[in-house]
């Protein structure tokens, strides 16, 4: 049986993820620092550990904080693994940018969820409105290799499986391509345009468009968008449809928006969100 320290247990993912090893055969020690998440952790029914207690005996450290933070936590800790562990961190952010201290006696495996898709099927609304996945809902993974053995990776596909449960698929895929997933695509990308469509259901609620018939319209609409455009239907837009797009995509995107996927561009990006 594998014994897992989860940095940051209380945190943001390290709840989620918290939930999910409760149920498994592993032998999980949940460190937390900040008081409030300890609370937490106790009114869950989980006991903390020491770094001192738990990291040395570990054969896989999860590193679930900040991307802001993980560099000097990973200086604190990796130096007292044992060799031939694991570090399984949840981000290609800081791994890109070089900010995991490395040590060539141990392996290193990054996973993130896909999150459940906008077309997931779900039994139950409350699995339904598990939206970030983790819980209840299915989602795919993503999971790459960033240095060390095959035995060591598929070690890490199993943990990642068993944190971000339920899983439908896993993905296996290299640093750089989880990276042009995650930031450029749907942080970059996908997140920026959501934010301005939201600034415009906003626009609109002020021009004085009743506020429920405008949030109706616009989201039925983006999900019929959504459907078309990734193929979950058999099915086209209007020709005045196309036109208009067609029209709106020079005014509101630059001619050269997609060096966004470069990989020079995605370092600066990656930097972002790293340095504070």
Not at 79 to 91: G, I
Not at 141 to 163: F, N
């Amino acid at each position: 049986m594998s014994i897992i320290s989860l940095v940051g247990a209380g945190g943001k993912m390290g709840r989620r993820i918290t939930h999910n090893l409760k149920n498994t055969d592993f032998d999980v020690k949940y460190l937390e620092v900040n008081p409030d998440s300890v609370k937490y952790l106790e009114s869950v029914g989980v006991k903390t550990s020491s770094q001192e207690e738990a990291i040395g005996i570990s054969d896989v450290v999860i590193l679930a904080v900040p991307d802001v933070a993980i560099g000097k936590i990973s200086e604190m800790i990796i130096p007292k693994m044992k060799a031939s562990a694991l570090v399984l961190t949840l981000d290609p952010a800081a791994p890109l940018d070089g900010k995991i201290m490395h040590r060539d006696d141990l392996s290193y495996v990054i996973a993130h969820p896909c999150h459940p898709s906008v077309f997931n099927w779900e039994a139950t609304e409350e699995k339904f409105r598990d939206f970030y996945g983790g819980l209840s809902a299915k989602q795919s993974i993503v999971v790459a290799l960033m240095s060390g053995s095959e035995a060591h990776y598929a070690l890490g596909e199993l943990v990642s499986q068993k944190m971000y449960a339920p899983i439908d698929k896993t993905y296996r895929i290299t640093l750089e391509q989880m990276a042009i997933l995650e930031p450029a695509m749907v942080e970059t990308l996908a997140q920026t345009c959501m934010e301005v469509v939201k600034e415009g259901f906003d626009k609109i609620v002020e021009l004085g468009v009743p506020q429920d018939a405008a949030r109706d319209f616009v989201l039925g609409h983006l999900r019929i968008q959504i459907a078309v455009l990734f193929k979950e239907v058999n099915g086209t837009f209007s020709d005045a449809a196309y036109k208009i797009s067609k029209r709106a995509k020079p005014i509101l995107f630059k001619e050269d928006w997609q060096k966004i996927f470069e990989m020079s561009d995605i370092r600066e990006q990656v930097r972002d969100i790293t340095e504070k």
